[in-house]
């Protein structure tokens, strides 16, 4: 799950062809995008909120297992990592690494993007 901006966004061409968005009755110009002119038109600062991963076949929030925020930044999550291996016993580090590591991806497929 990503942040959104508060309000409706909408995606029209204006009259100089350039994509326009209308947010809460403001006009602003819409992000890049590649592909058609109405693909995937998202604004760019988007940071991930939510990680969900699967683990012993359960689906778990990697912040909440870390006892964290959503979407925290990398610097606090890779804190709270260290700290929490710290404190589990051996067989739980496992499950925080995994947690740990699908923050540390999405926050890399975030940065790729632009973010």
């Not at 029209?12 to 995008?33: F, K, L, M, W, Y």
């Not at 709270?80 to 991806?105: C, H, M, N, P, Q």
Request: proline share 4%.
């Amino acid at each position: 799950m990503r942040l959104r901006l508060k309000g409706r966004a909408t995606a029209r061409v204006g009259e100089d062809n350039e994509n326009v968005v209308h947010i809460n009755g403001a006009q602003s110009r819409a992000p890049e995008t590649s592909g058609g002119q109405y693909s995937h038109i998202q604004p760019r600062g988007e940071r991930p909120l939510n990680v969900v991963f699967n683990y012993n076949g359960h689906s778990w929030d990697a912040y909440e297992v870390l006892g964290l925020p959503a979407g925290s930044s990398p610097e606090n999550v890779e804190k709270a990592y260290r700290e929490s291996l710290k404190t589990v016993d051996a067989g739980s580090k496992s499950f925080l690494e995994a947690a740990y590591r699908a923050i540390v991806t999405e926050w890399k497929s975030f940065k790729a993007s632009g973010g």
